[in-house]
């Protein structure tokens, strides 16, 4: 399994970049997961349905499936923020690549998504594993890179570049504590 981050600011276009990217990389064969961070409580449940009802109750996880889909919600305790790692570890071992969106501080090699018009500082002149940066902007960069630079509005270009690069992306579960 493959796995990359993908980092930058709200309203960057991360989120619109993994939403092109999933089908270029499935029009390749490849099987793709996702793997978001989300900084507020969020739910993807419905009041009044039969799995909101369990938690409600008190379940500390409820699994739905059907012939279709498998959902699992676990209710988190204690606050605490989820490692990446113990996510990817929750994922089907049968997928080819695994797309993480935020987590931007984490030790994952990660492709930057940044805009000048964002106004933003960009991430990759201090955070040593981002190892591409996609951008509709290349000439406004902040400094100059070694790394590649990709075209933000060419996803099937940046599918093309993850897949060359692919032996990079390698993930080794047993190197993460």
């Given amino acids: 399994m493959k796995v990359v981050g993908f980092a930058g600011y709200s309203g960057s276009g991360k989120t619109t970049l993994l939403e092109q990217l999933i089908p270029a990389l499935k029009l390749r064969g490849l099987r793709v997961s996702v793997v978001k961070h989300a900084h507020h409580q969020f739910d993807i449940d ?10 409600e109750a008190g379940a500390f996880e409820v699994v739905a499936a059907s012939a279709h889909r498998l959902v699992l919600m676990r209710e988190n305790e204690r606050m605490a923020e989820p490692k990446v790692h113990h996510l990817i570890a929750e994922l089907y071992d049968g997928v080819d690549w695994v797309l993480v969106e935020g987590f931007k501080d984490s030790e994952l090699l990660k492709i930057e998504v940044w805009r000048a018009a964002s106004a933003q500082r960009a991430r990759y ?18 400094e100059p ?15 093309a570049w ?16």
């Fill in 125 to 142: 002149p201090d955070d040593p594993f981002i190892t591409a940066i996609a951008t509709d902007s290349p000439r406004a960069m902040p």
């Fill in 145 to 159: 890179t070694q790394r590649p630079v990709l075209d933000l509005n060419r996803p099937d270009d940046v599918a």
């Fill in 162 to 177: 993850l897949v060359e690069n692919g032996e990079r992306f390698e993930y080794d579960p047993s190197i993460y504590p």
């Fill in 46 to 55: 419905h009041p009044g349905k039969d799995t909101w009802r369990h938690r």
